[in-house]
């Protein structure tokens, strides 16, 4: 399929997308986990990257996603647009609006994965609504496009137990957020309700760029290490190797988004240049 080709899935984003699990892909639950694992056994840092699917448009998206793995990213969260992303900071939301200003949708999103084959993990990153429009079999069509995990911002725990069970129990692993003011016993009770990896939210407010750590990220993370046996990966406002090191000398990983997103605004190069460069940070730490 080409980008053409893919744009015209796109026009037709409502229907079933049809089709199995492309083979070598991660497309279960414990393809994820068992992948992090992996990494922690070899004792490598892993590399999340954000990426928005269909921006800066869809021939950059699927060059992104096939680029990364080499670059030396191990997952890859791939954000579904939404018109209204609270948890989002300026440069996403800008990523998002210019995504769904030229047609990107849920399948659509989907039909990335299948275009781009990436060779390592896939994590859905959306809001609920994207994904209940996306009708009741939204997470199968999702795995049998290659996808392997998601993550669902504003979805606490003990929200929606039916929508949780619903996502807990689909073939897709489901990665939860934990928050610096969250306390240890609910740490825990997030934890068991997820896999693959625990996303910890560095610091309060939106994504985006930051120049430093959160000071008091040592203890969160220390809190969170004793909630939970799930590899711990850190995000917001991580955006420089040096950054990357700091913060992976505690934890298991970083994501890194709104630097990755403001770098795809200056072409793919410029993304997976940025890519190596936090490789680079994570390990040397």
């Not at 990153?125 to 911002?153: C, E, H, K, M, W």
């Not at 990966?233 to 505690?250: D, E, K, P, R």
Request: glycine content about 10%.
């Amino acid at each position: 399929m080409n980008v053409g080709a893919l744009a015209a899935t796109l026009a037709a984003s409502n229907a079933t997308i049809a089709g199995a699990t492309a083979a070598g892909r991660a497309g279960t639950p414990d393809a994820l986990t068992a992948h992090m694992a992996a990494l922690r056994a070899r004792g490598r840092k892993a590399l999340v990257c954000y990426v928005t699917a269909g921006h800066p448009d869809l021939a950059a998206s699927v060059a992104l996603l096939r680029g990364l793995a080499d670059a030396g990213c191990d997952v890859i969260e791939l954000g579904v647009p939404f018109s209204d992303p609270l948890a989002d900071g300026p440069i996403i939301q800008a990523s998002s609006q210019r995504a769904l200003a030229q047609g990107m949708t849920f399948d659509g999103a989907l039909a990335l994965v299948r275009e781009a084959r990436p060779s390592v993990p896939v994590v859905l990153f959306s809001y609920l609504n994207p994904v209940i429009n996306a009708g009741p079999d939204a997470l199968q069509r999702a795995a049998d496009a290659g996808v392997g995990g998601i993550l669902v911002t504003d979805i606490p725990v003990g929200a929606d137990p039916m929508r949780e069970a619903w996502l807990g129990d689909s073939p897709l692993a489901f990665v939860r957020l934990v928050a610096p003011t969250t306390p240890t016993a609910r740490m825990a009770e997030i934890s068991r309700n997820g896999s693959g990896f625990v996303y910890l939210i560095s610091r309060l407010g939106v994504t985006g760029v930051r120049d430093d750590v959160a000071s008091d990220l040592p203890e969160t993370i220390a809190r969170l290490r004793a909630a939970t046996e799930l590899p711990i990966c850190v995000g917001f406002g991580i955006s420089t190797g040096a950054q990357a090191a700091q913060v992976a000398a505690l934890a298991d990983g970083v994501v890194v988004g709104s630097a990755l997103v403001r770098a795809a605004e200056q072409g793919v190069e410029a993304a997976l240049a940025l890519v190596r460069e936090l490789r680079a940070g994570l390990d040397g730490a």
